[in-house]
């Protein structure tokens, strides 16, 4: 499977804990967007980043949400704290390039109890 | 502020007719324009793009049509499908962002049927 890869698909958490959610994308792809919708809504844009580097974090929540992408391994986006608004679907999407258009995974589903 | 707008919530069609989902833009920094398809639990899926130096974008069964003046970019589905239906999704990005950087619409169910 060439696509971009998300795990885990669904999550339940308590709230105060912490949530991780990783992506994988497409071979190739450098670059790595992430979305969220929630219920009833469109999808919202949260964080650009490549290797190593956050290039725009206009999206993200001020506190508790952060991201990073390693040279090596997935792209992770943390959620500390998690609280019932975090409830979500979290989409990861790639790109090879800044001009190209995304490509986005299956989507990862947190639920706050 | 919602930026990109599609003000049906849904769209029913009938099996072989044409269907046309409508989208209208606020900002005119945005030169590039997407069309995106989810079925429920599942991630969008790309459809079809254009940039601003087009107005009509071909592929398949699928046009997009743009026109600046208007704000205004639609979706043609000809020949309908029953395998359509789903939820479109309008985005937007430019001014000089990165492309992947979408403002989404709100989203149109498509129901097409037998």
């Known amino acids: 499977n060439a696509g971009v890869m998300q795990n885990p698909r669904h999550l339940v958490r308590r709230r105060g804990q912490e949530a991780r959610l990783r992506c994988s994308p497409m071979k190739g792809h450098s670059h790595v967007y992430w979305y969220r919708q929630l219920p009833e809504e469109g999808l919202k844009f949260m964080v650009y980043?490549?290797?190593?580097?956050?290039?725009?974090e206009s999206g993200m929540p001020k506190e508790r949400f952060s991201a990073e992408f390693p040279k090596e391994g997935p792209s992770i986006l943390r959620i500390q704290q998690v609280v019932r608004g975090d409830s979500a679907a979290y989409f990861c999407a790639s790109s090879p390039g800044s001009s190209d258009t995304i490509y986005f995974g299956e989507g990862s589903w947190l639920t706050v109890v | 502020d919602q930026q990109v707008k599609q003000n049906s919530p849904s769209l029913s069609v009938q099996e072989g007719r044409i269907s046309i989902l409508n989208c209208d833009y606020t900002n005119s920094m945005f030169d590039y324009f997407l069309w995106y398809k989810k079925y429920p639990a599942e991630g969008p899926t790309f459809l079809i793009s254009?940039?601003?130096?087009?107005d009509k974008n071909e592929d398949g069964r699928f046009t997009v049509f743009l026109n600046k003046s208007a704000k205004h970019l639609s979706l043609h589905i000809v020949p309908s499908q029953p395998g359509d239906s789903a939820v479109y999704f309008c985005a937007a990005s430019g001014g000089g962002t990165s492309y992947g950087k979408l403002t989404f619409g709100q989203g149109t169910i498509l129901t097409v049927h037998p």
């Open positions: 254009i940039s601003s130096i087009k």
């Open positions: 980043l490549q290797k190593e580097n956050i290039i725009d």
